[in-house]
């Protein structure tokens, strides 16, 4: 395989194209708002592979942090070859997939648009599942109490096993609190899209909100095959299954994580049955990619997560010029 070597710094100039056949596309967006359903809808597209979450973007960012702090590097730099590795990455973790077209998951991509604009060289168009915050979490909340731990088990689940770690008592409040907290997986999905939009690249999102697709899935396909670009395809909503299931117990201590009904269609709880009302008065006002310019119930969202300064100087800037 012939590379161009042409390359200069990956933030802005021109790199060599890697001879390939493939497209990438990514997703992200928040939990339990519908990725791993839309993935199974999107395979049926032959041209179309979209798997489970992905390492690349791990890999890509060890490789790249590593190569900094060598010294026999330093000692030696050869920051083309590098690049090399580092965008091939992607090429090679892909490399026993037939399709031309590939989804990448990871929730961390709308904070880390440049690896993909400047390694992997193509314009980032990021598909990023949505849904109402307390709905995510009732979701969380009741596939916790569906999945207790038993003996036998590989683990618990992962929210109580940080929660014991940290010495905080299990009830679902705390459990709502940690998984839209800092550290949690809700909290760092909403940062991350926080991110991304902060730092100017609000425009290769494509936000799916999940009561879109669930009640009207034609449209919602229609819609997000044009953020992409590619030609429509006829997709059915029934018969659905997830084809690439995780190891959800031995990972996440939940069996049915990831689990595909095979109709589309929502059988979420009423949050008002499952969450407090101090959990239920916390969770408004954080929809803020619904809103543009966003409003000022963002801020209710440092109450869960934390943002640094100068994105809350941004934020309110925005709601001042609204």
């Given at each position: 395989?012939?590379?161009?070597?042409?390359?200069?710094d990956i933030r802005g100039g021109f790199f060599s194209q890697i001879p390939q056949n493939k497209t990438y596309y990514f997703m992200a967006g928040l939990p339990r708002s519908g990725s791993t359903v839309l993935s199974s809808i999107l395979n049926q597209n032959p041209r179309f592979y979209s798997g489970p979450s992905s390492p690349v973007l791990a890999m890509m960012h060890s490789i790249e942090h590593h190569i900094e702090q060598n010294e026999l590097y330093h000692g030696f730099p050869k920051p083309n070859e590098v690049r090399n590795i580092i965008k091939n990455i992607i090429n090679q973790f892909y490399g026993d997939v037939e399709q031309s077209v590939i989804i990448d998951k990871n929730r961390a991509w709308v904070a880390r648009v440049p690896y993909i604009e400047g390694y992997i060289k193509q314009k980032a168009k990021i598909i990023c599942p949505v849904r109402d915050i307390e709905e995510v979490l009732t979701s969380m909340?009741?596939?916790i109490r569906r999945n207790p731990y038993k003996e036998g088990n590989p683990r618990i689940n992962f929210i109580d096993e940080q929660l014991v770690k940290l010495n905080i008592p299990i009830n679902d409040d705390n459990r709502c609190e940690y998984i839209a907290g800092p550290?949690?997986?809700l909290g760092q999905s909403l940062n991350a899209i926080m991110e991304g939009i902060n730092a100017g690249f609000g425009d290769r999102f494509h936000y799916?909100?999940?009561?879109?697709l669930v009640t009207r899935p034609k449209e919602t396909l229609k819609k997000l095959y044009k953020f992409?670009?590619?030609e429509p395809f006829e997709h059915k909503f029934e018969g659905l299954g997830n084809l690439n299931r995780e190891r959800d117990m031995e990972t996440y201590g939940l069996e049915d994580m990831h689990e595909v009904r095979s109709v589309l269609k929502s059988t979420s709880k009423d949050p008002l049955k499952v969450l407090s009302s101090y959990v239920l008065d916390k969770c408004k006002?954080?929809?803020f990619w619904r809103n543009n310019p966003y409003t000022w119930g963002v801020q209710k969202i440092p109450n869960y997560i934390q943002i640094k300064q100068n994105q809350i100087k941004i934020i309110t800037e925005e709601k001042d010029n609204a």
């Amino acid at each position: 395989m012939s590379i161009e070597n042409t390359m200069t710094d990956i933030r802005g100039g021109f790199f060599s194209q890697i001879p390939q056949n493939k497209t990438y596309y990514f997703m992200a967006g928040l939990p339990r708002s519908g990725s791993t359903v839309l993935s199974s809808i999107l395979n049926q597209n032959p041209r179309f592979y979209s798997g489970p979450s992905s390492p690349v973007l791990a890999m890509m960012h060890s490789i790249e942090h590593h190569i900094e702090q060598n010294e026999l590097y330093h000692g030696f730099p050869k920051p083309n070859e590098v690049r090399n590795i580092i965008k091939n990455i992607i090429n090679q973790f892909y490399g026993d997939v037939e399709q031309s077209v590939i989804i990448d998951k990871n929730r961390a991509w709308v904070a880390r648009v440049p690896y993909i604009e400047g390694y992997i060289k193509q314009k980032a168009k990021i598909i990023c599942p949505v849904r109402d915050i307390e709905e995510v979490l009732t979701s969380m909340i009741t596939m916790i109490r569906r999945n207790p731990y038993k003996e036998g088990n590989p683990r618990i689940n992962f929210i109580d096993e940080q929660l014991v770690k940290l010495n905080i008592p299990i009830n679902d409040d705390n459990r709502c609190e940690y998984i839209a907290g800092p550290d949690g997986i809700l909290g760092q999905s909403l940062n991350a899209i926080m991110e991304g939009i902060n730092a100017g690249f609000g425009d290769r999102f494509h936000y799916v909100e999940y009561s879109n697709l669930v009640t009207r899935p034609k449209e919602t396909l229609k819609k997000l095959y044009k953020f992409l670009g590619e030609e429509p395809f006829e997709h059915k909503f029934e018969g659905l299954g997830n084809l690439n299931r995780e190891r959800d117990m031995e990972t996440y201590g939940l069996e049915d994580m990831h689990e595909v009904r095979s109709v589309l269609k929502s059988t979420s709880k009423d949050p008002l049955k499952v969450l407090s009302s101090y959990v239920l008065d916390k969770c408004k006002g954080m929809d803020f990619w619904r809103n543009n310019p966003y409003t000022w119930g963002v801020q209710k969202i440092p109450n869960y997560i934390q943002i640094k300064q100068n994105q809350i100087k941004i934020i309110t800037e925005e709601k001042d010029n609204a």
